[in-house]
């Protein structure tokens, strides 16, 4: 299973953050399986935004609930995170990975894409 992120590399404030994750090796719609996008802003440890599961159904953190969007597309079998209104504090590391089975940490992770929120 291989995961790999792709995106924008740098985006203005209060812009949007569109950021794809494309899966080989396993469909994004097989059942039991999460499929999350994880942060981590420099210096600091990880941080869980959210994920969609097997059936379409998304999960936010409280602290994204109204900031992020995830779908996915399964005839690219490839899912995405939009992240409205970015402000500099996204500057961040953004990786996409899954989970499975109730599972809270992930078995497969991708490489991570550097996000630089600046003017």
């Known amino acids: 299973v291989q995961l790999q992120e792709s995106g924008p590399g740098l985006v203005k404030p209060s812009q949007t953050l569109s950021l794809s994750c494309t899966v080989s090796?396993?469909?994004?719609?097989?059942?039991?399986?999460?499929w999350n996008w994880i942060r981590q802003p420099p210096g600091k440890g990880l941080e869980w935004m959210g994920a969609?599961?097997?059936?379409?159904?998304?999960y936010y953190s409280p602290s994204h609930n109204s900031s992020a969007s995830i779908a996915r597309d399964t005839s690219k079998n490839q899912f995405t995170l939009q992240l409205n209104s970015v402000p500099p504090e996204g500057t961040a590391v953004y990786y996409c990975g899954r989970t499975c089975c109730g599972k809270t940490t992930a078995d497969y992770w991708g490489q991570g894409t550097q996000v630089t929120v600046s003017s």
């Open positions: 969609i599961d097997y059936s379409d159904s998304p």
């Open positions: 090796g396993a469909a994004i719609a097989s059942n039991l399986y999460y």
